[in-house]
T-cell receptor, first 114, second 113 residues
Framework: NAGVTQTPKFQVLKTGQSMTLQCAQDMNHEYMSWYRQDPGMGLRLIHYSVGAGITDQGEVPNGYNVSRSTTEDFPLRLLSAAPSQTSVYFC?????????????FGEGSRLTVL | AQSVTQLDSQVPVFEEAPVELRCNYSSSVSVYLFWYVQYPNQGLQLLLKYLSGSTLVKGINGFEAEFNKSQTSFHLRKPSVHISDTAEYFCAVRDLGADGLTFGKGTHLIIQP
């Protein structure tokens, strides 16, 4: 099993550009989520999904869009990048029922917006 | 809404000394508790978890944590640290019936030789 796979690992954007961070999991997890990690702020939830076709906002959703067309994939879109979106982004997933409780994390995507 | 407080942003300790990283959470409803570790330039890795049962939980790399419901705490301990334990440690809480985790801001453990 590959677990949770994120691409790209590194990306540099200019202000106003758009891009998509990809996340895929092969564990048949219903729940998928995106966090951003900033120094001194810990991990903050951006968006999450409890199944295909269902998404919802987390703590810091502004400037980001998500969709969940399949169980496996949960892309995060930045429509017009801003320097405040410079961060490390983590995708994470788990089961909803019969779960072990823990979130399984990808290795992260480091985004710099100039 | 649930909140998680990690009281120390940075903890320096000498190699082979004991360490305790503190974590308190706000809600008194049934919760699941986790500690994750993040080594430099890596993702988060589960260190240990409390779901039910014994309040003393043992994890990987010699770490353990104790769940204290009355004090809403879940402090992480290790009796003797090694230089390889240098990392960021995150406490996280999941409310029973919820899907996601709420994370603390992290504690940077610095091991001094």
């Amino acid at each position: 099993n590959a677990g949770v796979t994120q691409t790209p690992k590194f990306q540099v954007l200019k202000t106003g550009q758009s891009m998509t961070l990809q996340c895929a999991q092969d564990m048949n997890h219903e729940y998928m989520s995106w966090y951003r990690q900033d120094p001194g702020m810990g991990l903050r939830l951006i968006h999450y999904s409890v199944g295909a076709g269902i998404t919802d906002q987390g703590e810091v959703p502004n400037g980001y869009n998500v969709s969940r067309s399949t169980t496996e994939d949960f892309p995060l879109r930045l429509l017009s990048a801003a320097p405040s979106q410079t961060s490390v982004y983590f995708c994470a997933s788990n089961y909803r029922e019969g779960f072990s409780g823990e979130l399984f994390f990808g290795e992260g995507s480091r985004l710099t917006v100039l | 809404a649930q909140s998680v407080t990690q009281l120390d942003s940075q903890v320096p300790v000498f190699e082979e000394a004991p360490v305790e990283l503190r974590c308190n959470y706000s809600s008194s409803v049934s919760v699941y508790l986790f500690w994750y570790v993040q080594y430099p330039n890596q993702g988060l890795q589960l260190l240990l978890k409390y779901l039910s049962g014994s309040t003393l939980v043992k994890g990987i790399n010699g770490f353990e944590a104790e769940f204290n419901k009355s004090q809403t705490s879940f402090h992480l301990r290790k009796p003797s640290v090694h230089i390889s334990d240098t990392a960021e440690y995150f406490c996280a809480v999941r409310d029973l019936g919820a899907d996601g985790l709420t994370f603390g801001k992290g504690t940077h453990l610095i091991i001094q030789p």
